[in-house]
Structure formats: structure tokens, C-alpha cells
């Protein structure tokens, strides 16, 4: 069974840090792109990070950039979002998703169930 199993989330105070995993099972996600995408509640799927299947370049949604890191561990078949200085606004459920190669906004042929993240004091 081909599927994206995401982990590391939950509840950290504003200024905190969490780092999400997405392990694949069924299949490497050598060749694949993969995203982070979130959704807070009442609002529309926001697109967080990717990074391509090869060396290139890595990308970062507005609210990730200079606080958020995506990287990729293809021994293990997992890629992280590291996420540092966390928000309030950044509570969401966190989705990763895999496609061919290349990042892009759509078109994403696997994803996983969501990881809840919940920043409060």
C-alpha cells in the first residue's frame, strides 16, 4: 500500500519549534517532490514548502520563508519541516504530499491523513 504517513506535530507556545516528518511507505520518494501544504479551520489550503526530487531549488510559501526549512533524508524516505519561531497563525493541520521531480501547486498524486499544530500559550 502506497502511503505518506506525517508525524511531529502538536501543541508548542508562540516562539517554539516543531519539526514534522512524512515517511512514505510502499514506495521512495527518491523520485518524487514533495510538499507541505496546512489548513487552518475556515480557511482554504495554503501551500507551505516543497522541495524537488533532486538538487534544486527548495520553496517556500510567504509565511515559511526565514522561520521554516524543508529537507530531505532519502535514507530514511522521509522529508522534515523543520518550523522555528512558530505563531499563532500557524496553527493548522499540516498535509505533505508527493508528486514526479518537480515542485508545482497542483497536481500531487499521494498525501498524507494531516498532523495537527497548535500554537498557544
Known amino acids: 500500500q502506497l502511503q505518506l504517513v506525517e508525524s511531529g506535530g502538536g501543541l508548542v507556545q508562540p516562539g517554539g519549534s516543531l519539526r514534522l516528518s512524512c515517511t512514505a511507505s510502499?514506495?521512495?520518494?527518491?523520485?518524487?517532490?514533495i510538499a507541505w501544504f496546512r489548513q487552518a479551520p475556515g480557511k482554504e489550503r495554503e501551500g507551505v514548502s516543497c522541495i524537488p526530487s533532486s538538487d534544486g531549488t527548495t520553496y517556500y510559501g510567504d509565511a515559511a520563508k526565514g522561520r521554516f526549512t524543508i529537507f530531505r533524508d532519502n535514507a530514511k524516505n522521509t522529508v522534515y519541516l523543520q518550523m522555528n519561531t512558530l505563531k499563532p497563525e500557524d496553527t493548522a493541520v499540516y498535509y505533505c504530499?508527493?508528486?514526479?521531480?518537480?515542485?508545482?501547486?497542483?497536481?500531487?498524486?499521494?498525501w498524507g491523513q494531516g498532523t495537527q499544530v497548535t500554537v498557544s500559550s
Open positions: 510502499g514506495f521512495t520518494l527518491d523520485y518524487y517532490a
Open positions: 504530499a508527493a508528486r514526479s521531480r518537480v515542485c508545482a501547486p497542483y497536481e500531487y498524486d499521494y
